[in-house]
Nanobody, 126 residues
Framework: QVQLVESGGDLVQPGATLRLSCVVSGVSLDYYNIGWFRQAPGKEREGVSC????????YYADSVKGRFTLSRDTAKNTAYLQLDSLKPEDPAEYYC???????????????????WGQGTQVTVSS
């Protein structure tokens, strides 16, 4: 019943900006934390950013802090990740994930999330 669908990935040049979308169905962003993760070929999936359902507080990995921005539109039940100043190390499959978040703040740990999207590809190339 719970479904997350990512979109917005593209092939862009270094320094470009992308906005990824995560449309959530089956659960409400008012009650579920959303995390964004990425996985490059041959590497582990890593947490990028997350947002807490209760207060909207966001958290970012050090590698993307100041460049990426996570937001949500509860009316559309959609979360967004804006990627600014894309670097050569940023290309990856980007995933959004959801977990019940009323009790706790969000986390960047992958094993704490129950529902996952299928990912959207971000490619950075000159």
């Amino acid at each position: 019943q719970v479904q997350l669908v990512e979109s917005g990935g593209d092939l862009v040049q270094p320094g470009a900006t992308l906005r990824l979308s995560c449309v959530v169905s089956g659960v409400s962003l008012d009650y579920y934390n959303i995390g964004w993760f990425r996985q490059a070929p041959g590497k582990e999936r890593e947490g990028v950013s997350c947002i807490s359902s209760s207060d909207g507080n966001t958290y970012y990995a050090d590698s993307v802090k100041g460049r990426f921005t996570l937001s949500r539109d509860t009316a559309k039940n959609t979360a967004y990740l804006q990627l600014d100043s894309l670097k050569p190390e940023d290309p990856a499959e980007y995933y959004c994930a959801a977990v019940w978040g009323v009790i706790r703040s969000c986390t960047l740990l992958t094993d704490k999330y129950d529902f996952w999207g299928q990912g959207t590809q971000v490619t950075v190339s000159s």
